[in-house]
């Protein structure tokens, strides 16, 4: 086990209590969105979402890339607690490097670097919601941005920061990029100029990150 066990218990205890700790919402609606610029970039074969939970990410990405084999490994969750292969084009680890004990993140990071050179990590700086059966704050570790890429940078020769959309989120990417080649998924919205439309245009660019087009219709309406 590369984790610390006892906190191994602690999350398998955590998800028999309460089978929602690891259940969607928007955030994870908006990462799918934030993963795929990179998958489309990458064009992987096989990706593993490493520390997948319940697996609800995972499900989302394997309902929109029928394609590509998509795993997901998590050793508190007993379907997911082997990793199918020794091999992958990419591999995402989304909010999961905090939930583990701070002596054993390099040991983590160091497995993640065995199984592939291309990852999307997502990382958080504050503390969760959530407190473990045993008392303590599910973020077990919690450290500033730089502490984490200066651990990365031990074990990948690239290390990209990027912003998150929430502040006490930021993404890393081991792996070089052309900006140019990052396209958005298009999405063309019918514009009334009205109040629900402008704020699904406000909602498709800033929260979902499509590139938007309006289309805008004259039908006649009414004539004097």
């Known amino acids: 086990m ?14 028999d209590k309460n089978k929602l700790y690891y ?17 489309n970039y ?25 394609k590509i084999n998509i795993d997901g490994y998590d050793p508190a969750i007993k379907e ?16 999961v ?7 054993d993140i390099g040991d983590v990071v160091n497995h993640i670097k065995s199984l592939s050179n291309n990852v999307f990590f997502c990382l958080h700086h504050g503390k969760a919601w959530t407190i473990l059966p045993n008392g303590e704050n599910a973020h077990i570790t919690i450290e500033p941005k730089e502490w984490y890429h200066n651990l990365m940078r031990n074990y ?9 959309r929430n502040p006490i989120n930021s993404i890393v990417i081991t792996f070089n990029i052309n900006t140019l080649d990052m396209k958005k998924e298009k999405v ?4 009334s100029g009205g109040l629900d439309t402008s704020f699904c245009a ?19 309406g009414v004539s004097k």
Do not use: R, W
């Open 2 to 15: 590369i984790t610390n066990k006892n906190y191994v218990e602690q999350y398998k205890l955590l998800n």
């Open 23 to 39: 259940e969607s919402n928007l955030s994870i609606f908006n990462m799918v969105n934030e993963i795929s610029l990179f998958i």
């Open 42 to 66: 990458l064009k992987p074969k096989n990706i593993l979402d490493y520390g997948c939970g319940n697996g609800v990410l995972l499900k989302l990405l394997k309902h929109k890339y029928t």
């Open 80 to 95: 997911f607690s082997v990793i199918p292969n020794n091999h992958y084009n990419m591999i995402i680890n989304t909010d």
């Open 97 to 103: 490097l905090e939930h583990i004990p701070k002596s």
């Open 156 to 164: 990948f020769d690239i290390i990209i920061p990027l912003n998150a």
């Open 188 to 191: 063309v919205l019918a514009f």
């Open 202 to 220: 406000k909602y498709l660019t800033e929260d979902c990150g499509y590139e938007l087009y309006t289309a805008i219709a004259n039908t006649g």
